[in-house]
């Protein structure tokens, strides 16, 4: 069986990034666009949403540690299930 990948763009907006002199963490935090075609449909997804990033400072470089990305609102389902029995 063959996979076939999406194309996916993802548009990060700053909002803002915050760490102190002294610490090793900082976090940031803006909006994003997520857009991609579904399969099989090929119908365009388009969703918004607020995220935050949380970085390390490991041996004087700044590495991204976790993040996480909410959607505004419903998030409509791109494939529905058959629920009746």
Same mark, same amino acid.
Request: glycine share 8%; with cysteine; net charge neutral.
């Given at each position: 069986?063959?996979?076939?990948?999406l194309?996916?763009?993802?548009?990060?907006?700053?909002?803002?990034?915050?760490? $102190?002199?002294?610490?090793? #963490? +900082?976090?940031?935090?803006?909006?994003? %666009?997520?857009?991609?075609?579904?399969?099989? =449909?090929? &119908?365009?997804?388009?969703?918004?949403?607020?995220?935050?990033?949380t970085?390390?400072?490991?041996?004087? $470089?700044?590495?991204?540690? #976790? +993040?996480f990305?909410?959607?505004?609102? %419903?998030?409509?389902?791109?494939?529905?299930? =058959?629920? &009746?029995?």
């Open positions: 069986m063959k996979t076939q990948l194309p996916l763009l993802v548009c990060l907006t700053g909002g803002a990034a915050f760490a $102190q002199s002294t610490s090793a #963490i +900082a976090y940031e935090y803006g909006t994003f %666009n997520l857009s991609f075609d579904s399969l099989p =449909d090929n &119908k365009h997804i388009d969703h918004e949403g607020a995220y935050i990033r970085w390390r400072k490991e041996k004087g $470089q700044w590495l991204a540690d #976790i +993040a990305m909410r959607p505004f609102g %419903n998030m409509t389902l791109v494939a529905e299930t =058959d629920t &009746k029995k």
